[in-house]
């Protein structure tokens, strides 16, 4: 049976599986060096590409332009038709965050939440 405190991080320090001790602050580094230094690592960490904001208006007839992402300024139930035409229903959703969700149409019956802003 291996020996579980051995698996204990401690000061900061991290156990490999093969039993070699990782300084915490030296991964964070290296992958800041990675991301943030090095712009040509093959991922930035620059955040949405969206240049645009519109107010959304719920509408069960009208589509909206597809969405690169979809803020929610209040909570709640949003049914939506998603890009590629399938029509969801998410549950609870979160205020005050974007959530990375191509839509073509947030529709007014089923919709709880409000002050939807669409990134394009």
Do not use: C
């Amino acid at each position: 049976m291996p020996d579980i405190n051995r698996y204990q991080p401690s000061s900061g320090r991290k156990v490999k599986e093969n039993g070699d001790l990782v300084n915490t602050a030296d991964m964070i580094e290296a992958i800041y060096k990675a991301f943030v230094v090095n712009k040509d690592a093959g991922m930035q960490l620059n955040g949405s590409k969206a240049v645009k904001a519109v107010a959304i208006v719920p509408s069960d007839t009208v589509d909206i332009p597809v969405t690169a992402g979809l803020y929610v300024g209040t909570g709640g139930d949003i049914k939506m038709t998603m890009s590629d035409g399938s029509v969801v229903t998410r549950k609870n959703v979160a205020g005050g965050v974007t959530h990375p969700w191509s839509i073509k149409r947030i529709w007014a019956g089923g919709t709880t939440a409000s002050d939807m802003v669409g990134d394009y």
